[in-house]
């Protein structure tokens, strides 16, 4: 059985963009990840040791972020993704990276 374990809009700033001026100050960041995995056993023995914590999961994916200045949002997504699968192995993950206020001409909220 698959279930889904869901971190939705983490904000976190960091530095991203590929013009310099897009990059000299930190940005707001939205990030939401899916964990693809069995939850079959933390279901039955209500043990966190049986599961994947979100908690530690938002903590590390926030530290990622905080320290990586990249270019593309695509490439800060597959760091993250990549990230979680080596802190909880074979897991299905899905990350969306979404820029707050993104520095064009047209009123957008975000892109990703």
């Given at each position: ?57 938002a903590s590390a994916v926030a530290n990622l972020v905080r320290s990586t ?44």
């Amino acid at each position: 059985m698959t279930d889904v374990i869901r971190i939705h809009d983490l904000r976190v700033s960091t530095r991203i963009g590929v013009g310099e001026d897009e990059r000299a100050h930190p940005r707001g960041l939205l990030v939401s990840v899916e964990l693809r995995t069995d939850t079959t056993a933390a279901g039955v023995s209500d043990d966190l040791a049986d599961t994947i914590n979100y908690h530690e999961a938002a903590s590390a994916v926030a530290n990622l972020v905080r320290s990586t200045e990249a270019r593309l949002l695509e490439h800060l997504a597959e760091r993250i993704a990549e990230l979680l699968r080596e802190k909880y192995g074979k897991v299905g993950v899905t990350v969306t990276v979404a820029k707050e206020h993104p520095p064009i001409e047209e009123d957008i909220q975000a892109v990703s």
